[in-house]
Nanobody, 123 residues
């Protein structure tokens, strides 16, 4: 399993932006697909976005046009840029890794997870 560490969460007003980071410690990220999931209180975990080892991306419909996933293999880090945030984006956000492909952003297919970072969108 990989060691993944998320950062960048916080409190932001509606319409604001945050950038989440997911860093791997102790190894490279090149061969791994990285996904972001989120879970709000009382709700099921939701796949938000994923980037393959080759750089292909996909997004949940709820975040298309607002969120952008990217990666910097030189820094062993993936990012989730979140713009035009809405109160319904409030959740704990987790990054996860699996080899090469995103596999439909299904949580059960990802074997390595970070500890999560809280994102709260509120005025």
């Amino acid at each position: 399993q990989l060691q993944l560490v998320e950062s960048g969460g916080g409190l932001v007003q509606p319409g604001g932006s945050l950038r989440l980071s997911c860093a791997r410690s102790g190894g490279i990220l090149d061969y791994y697909a990285i996904a972001w999931f989120r879970q709000a209180p009382g709700k099921e975990r939701e796949g938000v976005s994923c980037i393959t080892s080759g750089g292909n991306t996909n997004y949940a419909d709820s975040v298309k046009g607002r969120f952008t996933i990217s990666r910097d293999n030189a820094k062993n880090t993936a990012y989730l840029q979140m713009n035009n945030l809405k109160p319904e984006d409030t959740a704990v956000y987790y990054c996860a890794a699996r080899l090469y492909s995103c596999s439909g952003i299904r949580g059960a297919d990802f074997g390595s997870w970070g500890q999560g970072t809280q994102v709260t969108v509120s005025s």
